[in-house]
């Protein structure tokens, strides 16, 4: 079974502090996804990868960056964090072909105080 | 830009009834997901539709793709409770683009 894990089910941080959410997957999938999960909103897409140290903007990039140094681990920082990034953050990776569903890690439940 | 709107947003049904939820999106991919949601935790992928045309069924569940008219279902056959989740589709046009979720309750 493909395997994603996240560095932390929930966290909680101050506003203008520097967060960082790890992900990591175990199946040698070429793509990496960061989402934020708001009620009403659905997934909205942060960032992606496609490669080691390729990223790409998604939707809602703005105060958000990523790093992607291994193929396996793909993080996602918050530069300043601000309380309107309260939200609950998933991560998922795929094989290369757009063909494949995306596989998610349980979620990190963060709130910006 | 790609959207993706299901419906409906809420669901309450009795157990033993049958439903549909629809995902209908606005460009011309044929690939698209769907997806369940248990509270509290993270989603889990139940079908993969990759034509026009296709239908996957497991159990209780039935997803369809027409492509033509931009329409994929998830239809539930006989509710059982164990299918309360929230449930998404997306949408695979180079970028994945979810729906809203839909609430399914399933009362006894």
């Known amino acids: 079974d493909v395997k994603v894990t996240q560095s932390s089910r929930y966290l909680v941080k101050r506003t203008g502090e520097k967060v960082f959410l790890e992900c990591v997957q175990d199946m040698d999938h070429e793509n990496m996804f960061w989402y934020r999960q708001d009620p009403g909103l659905g997934l909205r897409l942060i960032y992606f990868s496609y490669d080691v140290k390729m990223k790409e903007k998604g939707d809602i990039p703005e105060g958000y960056s990523v790093s992607r140094e291994k193929k396996e681990r793909f993080s996602l920082i918050l530069e300043s964090a601000s309380t309107n990034q309260t939200s609950m953050y998933l991560c998922?990776?795929?094989?290369?072909?757009?063909?494949?569903?995306?596989?998610f890690g349980p979620g990190t439940r963060l709130t910006v105080t | 830009e790609l959207k993706v709107e299901q419906n409906p947003l809420f669901l309450s049904m009795q157990e033993g009834k049958n439903y549909t939820i629809y995902c209908n999106y606005s460009?011309?991919?044929?690939?698209l997901y769907w997806y369940r949601q248990d509270p509290g935790k993270s989603l889990e992928s139940l079908f993969v539709l990759l034509s026009n045309g296709a239908v996957k069924q497991e159990g209780r569940l039935m997803a369809s793709l027409d492509t033509k008219a931009r329409l994929s279902t998830l239809h539930i056959t006989a509710a059982v409770h164990d299918l309360s989740a929230t449930y998404f589709c997306?949408?695979?046009?180079?970028?994945?683009?979810f729906g809203a979720g839909t609430r399914l309750t399933v009362k006894p």
């Open positions: 460009t011309t991919s044929d690939r």
């Open positions: 997306a949408v695979d046009d180079n970028d994945m683009r």
């Open positions: 998922a990776s795929s094989f290369g072909s757009n063909s494949y569903e995306q596989y």
